[in-house]
């Protein structure tokens, strides 16, 4: 079925500066004591993740390439001859799970496509973890990524997805740059019907977490700050 002997592993990492060995399983340990070569978005922090779980590993052993918006597209597909050569390589995220809103989706995608065994590992994953707790419909929602920056463009987006949540019973989620989260929040409690259900998921994993779900007409008299904050968004209109 495959064609090499060398595996793709998906490492998840913790959201933050969150204690490691509550929020990933031990067998990411233990694979991580087994790996050396890695791909990552940034080697510094994915050096420092590694250093968490296994501080006896010798960093000058790691060989890493480095996968974020400076790299060439063309370059990426040399970054799995490791795996053709029957060396195992791991797949870091930046946070949370590889692959899921993070751009080794296309790493996995080419490793798919040569013939190389992809193995996601168990962990925590920013999305499923507001989505779990949100008390929304778990059996149907859409991930949106970011809205739109241009306040027109988000308006109308913010508005489409509304109508879809009540038409389809669907849990719509998105994201936002962390200093744009109190921006977003005021535009959605402006926007969205004063009976949607909304919740704020932030923080996730860290001491400092909260999920919380009402309505957008008592968001309206809360006072949230998420400046800087990573924040998961959820809303649904109900019938």
């Given amino acids: 079925m495959f064609k090499f002997s060398g595996k793709l592993y ?29 791909i990552a978005e940034n080697e510094k922090t994915a050096r420092r993740h590694i250093k968490k779980l296994v501080p006896e590993k010798q960093q000058s052993l790691l060989k890493f390439y480095s996968l974020n918006k400076f790299t060439e597209a ?6 799995l001859n490791d795996c053709k ?9 930046e946070a949370g799970c590889p692959g899921v809103a993070d751009p ?8 798919h496509r040569e013939g190389i065994q992809v193995i996601p590992l168990v962990g925590p994953s920013s999305i499923l973890l507001a989505m779990m707790g949100s008390g929304m419909n778990g059996q149907r929602f859409t991930f949106n990524g970011y809205l739109p920056i241009d306040k027109k463009e988000r308006k109308k987006e913010i508005k489409e997805l509304e ?7 669907e849990a719509q989620i998105f994201i936002e ?8 929040l005021e535009d959605l409690i402006q926007i969205l019907h004063p009976t949607t259900q909304l919740c ?12 919380v ?22 809303f649904q209109k109900e019938i």
């Fill in 10 to 38: 998906l490492i998840p990492t913790t959201m933050g500066a969150a204690n490691a060995t509550k929020v990933l399983p031990l067998h990411v340990k233990e694979m991580v004591e087994n790996l050396d070569i890695y």
């Fill in 74 to 79: 063309s370059e990426i597909p040399s970054f």
């Fill in 85 to 93: 050569e029957g060396r195992d390589i791991g797949l870091l995220s």
């Fill in 104 to 111: 080794g989706a296309e790493v996995v995608k080419i490793a």
């Fill in 163 to 169: 109508r879809l949540s009540l038409e389809k019973q």
């Fill in 177 to 184: 740059t962390p200093y744009r989260n109190n921006k977003l």
């Fill in 200 to 211: 704020i998921a932030c923080d996730l994993t860290l001491p400092t977490e909260f999920i």
């Fill in 213 to 234: 779900t009402k309505p957008v007409a008592a968001w309206q008299k809360t006072k949230t700050d998420l400046h800087k904050r990573p924040a998961i968004f959820v």
